[in-house]
């Protein structure tokens, strides 16, 4: 079977309908497998960087003051967040690239922003 004999019965009836079945099933489920890959690439080329620099977390250690002065008061950990210009510092990338990223962590919930920084969520 030749090349010029499958294209010949692809323009008969018989063709047009495992074609059109095809071609339906592409166009149903091609843009969400499209959509999906593009998603695991950028998690899995940019997100994950940022986010294995939010792992590392600091801590500054502080004093609760709610106990009286005979007793020393119980260390209290307080976590340092990082900022974007310091996260795109140690990645060598743009501050952009770092905003997008870590926008796109957001909505997943696995970082989280306050007044002073970014941080994981634990």
């Known amino acids: 079977m030749h090349w010029r004999d499958i294209w010949a019965w692809l323009h ?3 063709g047009y309908v495992p074609t059109s ?5 592409a166009l149903y489920y091609g843009p969400q497998k499209v959509l999906e890959t593009w998603d695991w690439y950028l998690n899995r080329f940019l997100d994950e960087d940022v986010l ?6 600091r801590f500054a250690h502080s ?7 005979i007793q020393r008061p ?3 950990p307080i976590e340092i967040p990082y900022g974007e210009n310091e996260i795109a510092s140690k990645l060598s990338r743009t501050v952009k690239s ?13 970082a989280n922003t306050d007044s002073y920084g970014w941080k ?3």
């Open 63 to 69: 004093y609760d003051d709610g106990i009286g002065p």
């Open 74 to 76: 119980p260390v209290v």
């Open 21 to 25: 079945i095809a071609l339906a099933t």
């Open 98 to 110: 770092v905003k997008k990223s870590l926008q796109r962590l957001r909505k997943k919930g696995k």
């Open 12 to 14: 008969t009836w018989q």
């Open 120 to 122: 994981i969520v634990v």
């Open 52 to 57: 294995d620099v939010l792992r590392d977390r």
